[in-house]
């Protein structure tokens, strides 16, 4: 590593821990014999409560995968791209249309709906005990450009159809249920991701963030919202906090996003554990001049020192030894970027996502402690890491899954969710099914009729169960 470079380069690093896995990992696969129970059999499960119990057996839970798959090729046709791409950037026309569908589908399944300041939209079925913390379950229908049409739509469609089976079983909930769907999961936008989710997880940071932040188009965040009918006359988004308790339980549908399910034949894949984001950002400032012209011990080349940095990201998620972590350099940036000229800045941003195994902390530990010359470094906010253990929720799944007779396997989810926000708040769990090829984020993103119709009977189940618990 040469040496002549390092000490004159100055680094301004702004580190963000977004927030790290909820549940740790188990990578076993169950698959004990399943027993087909009758409804009155939930643990807990009061028979001599007939306003509470199912009209019939579990094969009554009945999903219309017809309907079901007709409302999400609908609702991909609220698209600012062509079909089969689908582009939904949050606070658009599209957006607001896709919300207009989701409210009035949310209605005729007969949930009273709300929404909040930044237009989280919630449908609920209240339960003969509202007074109970709620159990939710939802995702996102906002895609980045060019996407699919399944990622986290068949979350927030599901669910409603989820609703519509319990309904026709005749459940009646104890707890009421609530389906959420939540604004700008992608960060396509404003830059940032899970932005209804984490809000009202109650991040104070975000709140007041939200106040002075411009899209690429130089639209403020308020005038957007507003645009779309939401924060009409406030700017301040701490009504969008949950208060405490407000749930007792989340789950969240979602294709995979990766081949394992698919590749193993298991239909339903229930999630122990969300591997935790984090991004760094870093900038370098060396000192630019001639290409030609300045002899090379006499450089601070700032690309350079990026470089280097790029690639003790890779040696450091390497040595953790770990499969589940994972480090990118995604974005580097020279100035003044000319090839006669050598770099005075450099800004690059390092992904990185890892399991309890080897945490996060570790990791930037690791990538940030070696290189002794580095000068300065300024950590951010968000730096809270959260631990919490659901083995409740992940019960009810794996329960619901044993009962309907559908093989499942504990699995770990790589990418992170809205449901790593409801964590702070809420016990949480995720139920994935399978997805063509493992595809998502482009126009091939598929999920058969089939696997969408498992998972929502799992769903409908574990909520119904959370529902009586
Ligand atoms: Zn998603």
Known sequence: MPQTRHPCVSLLLICSFLSICLIPSVFSEKDEDPTIKTMHQFSGYQTSEPESCFSDSLSSLSVDAESLQKQIDELATFSDSPPPSVTRVLYTDKDVAARRYIKNLMGLSGLSVREDAVGNIFGQWEGHEPELGAVATGSHIDAIPYSGKYDGVVGVLGAIEAINVLKRAGFKPKRSLEVIMFTSEEPTRFGISCLGSRLMAGSESLEKALKNIFDSQNVSFLDAARSAGYALDQDDFSSVFLKSGAYSGFVELHIEQGPLLEAEGIPIGVVTAIAAPASIKVDFEGEGGHAGAVLMPNRNDAG??????????????????????????????????????????????????????????????????????????????????????????????????????????????????????????????????????????????????????????????????????
């Open 304 to 469: 350079l020192a990026a470089a280097e940095l790029a690639l003790a990201v890779e040696k450091h998620v390497l040595a953790s030894g770990s499969i589940d972590t994972v480090g990118t350099v995604g974005i580097l940036d020279l100035h003044p970027r000319a090839v006669n000229s050598i770099p005075s800045k450099a800004h690059l941003e390092i992904g990185t996502s890892c399991l309890p195994s080897f945490p996060t902390p570790f990791l930037f530990l690791a990538i940030l402690v070696s290189p002794e010359w580095w000068s300065k470094q300024e950590k951010g906010k968000e730096t809270a890491f959260s631990w919490r253990f659901f083995w409740g929720i992940i019960g009810a799944m794996e329960d619901a899954s044993r009962e309907l007779n559908l093989k499942y396997k504990l699995m770990v989810s790589r990418a992170y969710h809205d449901s790593l926000f409801m964590a702070r708040v809420s016990p949480m769990g995720m139920i994935f099914i399978p997805c063509y090829k493992g595809y998502s984020h482009k126009p091939e993103e598929h999920a058969t009729k089939e696997d969408m119709a498992n998972g929502v009977k799992v769903l409908a189940l574990a909520l119904a169960k959370l529902s009586l618990s």
